[in-house]
């Protein structure tokens, strides 16, 4: 390094040792203030008495704390000085440390002289001068209130609804004002995941890894700083927020960690498979699933989208249910089927919302054909509401029986159903629309929205009847269903070839 960079780094420390000084006095007046005095209130105004005041057990709980509680205490001491020293903090600043577990983050801030500070917890034994009991998730404070927000592992991590946490810390920190978290969670996706969660009202100051506390060797620390708001305007589109100078497209392009997972992915079955039908259905053991790949804790709401569902038991009870790893979230499921064959079995289903429909480019309506059996059913859509038809090979299972469905602008639902906090995962099997739709999702954006998608691809396989012949029901190619493959992982979308 360079000699200013060292300079500098010596003039850090000395100025350390001397804060560090003006620390231990702070603490000696901090420890008469709590164990004379019975409590802390010491801004005028901002004071954070509990309704049962100062009990007198609370200075015998403070000079019986375990070491434990005392090293925690200092962890959070240097962790709060470094932050102090960066700027993010000032001694003036009225603080807050949302689910702090005992108060450690609490009692640090104020012994390295941010006096203004309470936490607050759920806990209701936790309850001592240094903490408000109440609910991190509508906190008793106003708009705009502090300076400064902590949150440690305890909070953001183990929250199970990390999203509305967010909003109400969002609320609370005035603009200009710094929000500090600890987390435990480590790759880039969770960061980002986290990030979106404060995407209306914050920007990413930065984020580290630094030594961690019992039992966590590393943590995460990442600042964030509230904006002054900006007026976001209408920009007419359907229903969610998009920020004010870009649409959905702009906010979608792929950062270095999706190329990173996809590279991690399975590779493409490359060489068009003689034999599809065991191929394809094999290669269900090789996927790699981003679920086994990356953390996702910080998401709002969990969905799952089987487009083409068929029965039940077709995707949704056999597969998903039973062999997606899910992290233990509890998922949204929604069926996109428009074959009425299969509609009755969902009225008993109330954990999956059906959606009566054909998944497709536009509202409108489409004509079906259905062959007997209904894995074999063609979507082909009506051309000037003619209903070009195409012809079904083999006749002898053929009943000849044309349906009129709803076709609904699949891309457009999407964006209306979900957003970029949530955690999407796709099957889609529509009989060669794929062609369509997906082009559609790219083109909208909404393509952004979904984490992992599950595509067949309809080409004119080879036949498991008729040794060396080709099925003619669909017109493309495996080359062209390669390219549609490609053209995903390439716009960032973790695709899977599905059979
Ligand atoms: C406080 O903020 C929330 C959301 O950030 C907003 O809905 C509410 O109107 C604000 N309240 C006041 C009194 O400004
Ligand atoms: C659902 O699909 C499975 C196989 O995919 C089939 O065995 C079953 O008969 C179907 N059930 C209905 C009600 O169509
Ligand atoms: C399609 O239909 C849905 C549901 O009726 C509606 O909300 C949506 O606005 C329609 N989209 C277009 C582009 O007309």
Redesign the pocket.
Known sequence: MDPPTLKSNVLKSSVARVLSFGVLILAVRFAYMVTVKGGSCVSGDFCFRTRRAATPRVPEDFLSATKKWRKSVDYYSSVFQDLVSEGFLFPNSRALCVETLAGEDVLALREIGVLDTIGISTNPTASTPLIVNGEALRQPFENDTFDFEFTGTFGLDRSNRPFDLASEICRTLRPGGFLVVHTATKDRYSLDSLLEFFSNCCRLIRSREIDGIDPLPSIREVVIKKEIPIQIQNLGH?GRNFSPNGNLVNKCSVPGHRREIIQNAEPFIQEEPLKPWITLKRNIKNIKYLTSMVDISFKNRYVYVDVGARNYSSSIGSWFKKQYPKQNKKFEVYAIEADKAFHGEYRGKREVTLLPYAAWV??ETLFFEITWDPSKKIVERGRGGMGRIRPVQSSASYMGDVDKIQG??FA??LK?TVSERDFVVVKMDVEGAEFHLVPRLIETGAICLIDEIFLECHYNRWQRCCPGQRSVKYQKTYAQCMDLFTSLRENGVLVHQWW
Request: hydrophobic share 25%.
């Open positions: 359907e536009r509202n609904i602008d457009g639902w209306r």
